[in-house]
């Protein structure tokens, strides 16, 4: 669907769904109707905010206690929505790029907040890349059109809430006793995801097979670098109760990946292998999924759509995340129900969350219908 098909159909879905009378025209019943807004521009405000981690986060490559982020808000008749770009610093990004990429935004020039196409596009012609600080700005527009038209965008989109998955809580790479320590904490959570990518791989499994036999995913950001031993690995993690596993290896290495995929009992994530929508046809026929995550792919907009290429391609979905806020988490899990897994707790292994959103219930992603927009409210 192209972009300006996808903003008529949200307008008319909004129209459908009971929107506000006071927002919509209502002299007429044409498909020219719109919300009333007064015509006044949309107004963008965004603050840095250090995100402070529960734990420190050992990845294969990197360790770290905080992770810099930007909370974005945009505001049109007193309606204000809310976003946030996270920066992992092995993306790129940082407070400094994405603040000065923001100050070169005027939102200003677009008194019609449903211009969701055209404003991306103008993002994209200020600069390339910046995907994290472009997330920010499409979050907060998500929100604000959700406010305005009264509805979630998970009911916007026609998506069946039932069928949001559960969540997996993140173990990160640690010590046996600090890996007991964290599937304690993980106890309401149905799946654990494991980091692994380091030596003693084998050893975390079997600490935490010790404590539980819930399911496990595996996460190894691009740490295997022989495809024998991963396949070797795939086959012992598939007996030990493990249900895909992402990334195994670096992601240049294509025709490893081919060759581990069409052997390995256990499904093949691509995460660092991809970014955005334009990723998503080189990912088929290399990994059985893709994980969308809207700092990567710039937001909703482009998230939805990849979530509907890849099905239709036959790949498998899996959202993740950054460490974030509840507010990029209950964007995310507006996308839920069109997702194989969910990975969606980057606002739990934070100490500092400024939203509250979308809770898990029984290890559950909850989506729920009186709450506008992201599904976020700031706290
Ligand atoms: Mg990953």
Known sequence: MDRRHFIRN????????????????????????????????????????????????????????????????????????????????????????????????????????????????????????????KASVDIALHDLLGKLM??????????????????????GIDTPDMVRVKVEEAAPYKVLKVKMGLDRDRETIEAIRSMTDRPICVDVNQGWNDKHMALDMCHWLKEQGCLFVEQPMPKEMIDETVWLRERSPLPIVADEFMQGLADVPRCHGVYDAINIKLMKCGGLHDAYKMAVLARGMGMK???????????????????????????????????????????????????RPDLPGIGATKI
């Open 10 to 133: 949200m307008a008319l879905a909004g129209m459908a769904l009971g929107i506000p009378s006071r927002l919509w025209a209502n002299d007429s019943h044409t498909q020219t109707e719109q919300p009333k807004l007064s015509g006044k521009g949309l107004q963008l405000t965004f603050t840095p905010y250090e995100l402070k981690l529960r734990h420190s986060f050992n990845l294969a490559k990197f360790s770290r206690t905080t992770t810099p982020d930007v909370l974005t808000s945009i505001t049109i008749d007193g309606i204000t929505g809310y976003g946030e770009a996270s920066m992992p610093p092995y993306l790129g990004e940082s407070i400094e790029s994405v603040t000065k990429f923001l100050s070169r935004l005027d939102l200003s020039q677009f008194s019609d907040p449903f211009r969701i196409d055209d404003i991306h596009d103008y993002m994209d012609g200020i600069a390339p890349g910046n995907s994290a600080a």
């Open 150 to 171: 009264g509805q979630p965008w998970y009911r916007i989109w026609g998506l069946n809430p039932s069928l949001a998955p559960a969540t997996s809580y993140t173990i």
């Open 317 to 367: 979905v899996m959202l993740g995340c950054m460490t974030e806020t509840s507010c990029a988490i209950s964007a995310a899990s507006q996308l839920a129900p069109m997702a194989d897994w969910a990975d969606l707790d980057g606002n739990l292994l934070i100490a500092n969350d400024c939203f509250s959103g979308m809770k898990i219930v029984d290890g559950m992603i909850t989506l």
